[in-house]
């Protein structure tokens, strides 16, 4: 099996929403994107916790097949986030943030995960991003994430590391933010000027936009009745995109980069089912190609009356 | 030909955004949802003017092969609405309304007018949105729109009116209002028990949702690089999509309803473009239907490895 190296954060989240609450729940990008993309490739995660990480959250994902080799222990706590959701369930309100022994985090790979062909890096600063990066081996797929708090504070770090990745994740705001333009298409045409052949706009309960080249594709979310926990979907979205292209092998098929949309969006879909990781632990690769399947099938358009390529309505009727 | 009956409004809006500005342009529901239809169906307006109503709109308008014989001209002066966009192109702030004549408006059909297999009522008082329908002799195809303000002040009227709709297009806050539901998902399903077989949530630079049945379809709009004007995207999409299954004549196929949304998407593309109906006025069918055809090929996921229906890749690697 393929496998791809994720750098990120393994929290523990507090988390309000209108329909609940979790308390010190297992949470973090590195988390929420291991969880997703096992279901297509071995990951190995790196990442730091500190002395109180519950073991049974270490068993968990060693038993979902996700290697844990890169996870270091720290004396000290595991970084924690509060936050909450309120009817606007693309905005997340932080709380509060204890970086504990995130703060300490200096990621340092070891000569396997060096030679790992493909490398996601989640959500963190992007000197330490580019520092990763340095340490790999000439991998053929580099994908990275980001967030406000870094494209205010660190602008030329970032567009350093854009110039050397192949795909960016970016949520909708962040990338309008970034590129000082008003629509996610603007945005993702300026952006990917700056380096990444592919870039993703991530737009929650809307979708995502993705742009390839001179074309953009974008995809609705799956529809779900309701959303309990939207945390870490934007994760899991690119656990579910990574994940799926890295089996592939071909990362440059239009086909392959659809699927890989799609995938994405339908593991987002289950996550914010349920607080925490629940959904995402529990997920049977049967249900969730049911439900890639049923948006496939939802998004087909067939030929019909007056339709593609056929002769055109008000000239052939003349 | 196929025709349809559109009632509701013909105005001069005065809009402003991002972009510019418009004075005392084209406008009005009726005007937007038959530049759009008239592409696959003759539309017949059912509305009322003033004095001061140009006559070049009149020109364009028939023209264009839209039947005005249901436009009525009343002494005093054309309904007037005074807008503005911000950042947010989803939400219209209404600087002013004068409905001058409009206040006046009773519509009463034609015997052609009344024998009409289909008709779209666009947003006007329930109670005349009703009496429209009584005049009407059985037709086949019955749809609606509506707003907050009657969704606020004629509440009941408005849900007896859709115990008599086939199809009914609300946009997404409203859709929210209305059924007091959080999610367009939920807010289609409680909608829907209550009468029209399909429901179509607009959601504006995020595409739409049809709920059909049990089933839900959500499509994303088309990505346009920049939009001057979203005066008129839902009527416009609206009549996209009322026009083209119109001319199909099979209302319940699912591959028609589908193609329907696609071609309320594409038209809404256009019309965002350019303020008032310029965009609409001069689009031609061969520039919407490769735009149509770019959409359907975009959202078309190709079968490829471990994708729909194949064996299942963890279980097929054991």
Chains 1, 2 share one sequence.
Not at 9 to 31: F, H, I, R, Y
Not at 36 to 59: L, M, N, Q, S
Not at 113 to 120: D, E, I, P
Not at 193 to 217: D, I
Request: hydrophobic residues 40%.
């Amino acid at each position: 099996m393929d496998s791809i190296v994720v750098v990120g954060s393994v929290a523990l989240d507090s988390v309000k929403t209108l329909c609940g609450e979790s308390q010190e729940a297992l949470g973090g990008s590195a988390v929420y994107f291991s969880l997703a993309a096992r279901h297509f490739a071995r990951v190995t995660v790196v990442g730091v916790i500190g002395k109180d990480f519950p073991k049974e959250h270490r068993r968990m994902l060693a038993e979902k097949g996700i290697d844990l080799s890169g996870l270091k222990e720290l004396p000290g706590k595991t970084f924690r986030w509060v936050g909450k959701f309120g009817r606007d369930l693309s905005d997340a309100k932080t709380l509060a943030t204890h970086l504990n022994v995130f703060a300490k985090f200096k990621p340092k790979l070891t000569p396997a995960q060096k030679r790992s062909r493909v490398v996601f890096l989640a959500n963190i600063d992007p000197d330490l991003q580019a520092s990763v990066l340095d340490q790999m081996q000439n991998p053929d797929l580099v994908a990275c994430d980001t967030m406000n708090y870094w494209i205010m504070s660190k602008p030329d770090a970032l567009r350093r590391l854009l110039a050397r990745v192949h795909i960016f994740f970016v949520n909708d705001a962040e990338a309008k933010l970034l590129s000082r333009q008003s629509t996610a298409l603007h945005a993702a045409r300026v952006i990917s000027q700056w380096g990444p052949q592919v870039v993703v706009v991530k737009k929650g309960e809307h979708g995502a936009l993705m742009k390839v080249g001179e074309r953009s594709y974008a995809f609705p979310a799956y529809p779900v009745e309701s959303v309990k926990d939207p945390t870490g979907a934007g994760d899991t979205f690119a656990g579910g995109f990574m994940g799926y292209l890295t089996s592939t092998r071909d990362y440059d098929d239009i086909g392959n980069l659809k699927r890989a949309m799609l995938y994405g969006t339908t593991l987002a879909s289950f996550n914010v089912e349920d607080f925490s990781t629940r959904r995402l632990e529990n997920l049977q690769r049967t249900a969730l190609q049911a439900r890639f399947d049923e948006s496939v099938d939802s998004l087909h358009v067939p030929h019909g009356p007056f339709s593609t390529r056929g002769p055109l309505l008000r000239e052939a009727r003349r």
